[in-house]
Structures are given as structure tokens and as C-alpha cells.
């Protein structure tokens, strides 16, 4: 996960190395969430999720910042 701040919207990419799937994107609407509840009311946000299979550079998928390189399951 990588993240960034672009007009004062907060800007996130979940890079995964494995097809994206539903409860990964249902995963990414709890984690949207829960940063929401810590910034006042009205702030954006945009949560891209990308896959890129982990014989690629993932460097480019990044933005400002990575906040986490990997989720264990």
C-alpha cells in the first residue's frame, strides 16, 4: 500500500501480486473506511487497487509514500 496526497485528497494504491479479488476489494473499503473516521468530514479520498505479478518493478505504482509492503494472510 502506498500513499499520497494530491489537492488534499488523500491517494491510495493497494499494489497486490495476485489477481485482485472481491475480498480484496471489500478489504480496501474497511481500510478506506477506518482512515475516513480519523480526518474531519468531507475529505477525499481515491483507493486504486493493481495487480502486479511480482516478477514486475512495482516501483511505478507507487506514490509519495509506502505505508505497508505486505499483508500477511
Known amino acids: 500500500m502506498s500513499v499520497g496526497w494530491s489537492g488534499g485528497r488523500i491517494d491510495t494504491t493497494f499494489v497486490y501480486d495476485s489477481p485482485i479479488s472481491s475480498e480484496m476489494v471489500e478489504l ?3 481500510v478506506e473506511a477506518e482512515m475516513l473516521a480519523d480526518f474531519p468530514s468531507g475529505t ?4 486504486d487497487l493493481v495487480h502486479i505479478p511480482r516478477t514486475e518493478d512495482r516501483r511505478d505504482a ?6 505497508y509492503l505486505r499483508r500477511e494472510a
Do not use: M
Not at 507507487?62 to 505505508?67: C, D, H, K, S, T
Open 28 to 30: 480496501v473499503g474497511v
Open 62 to 67: 507507487a506514490r509519495e509514500w509506502w505505508a
Open 44 to 47: 477525499e479520498t481515491r483507493f
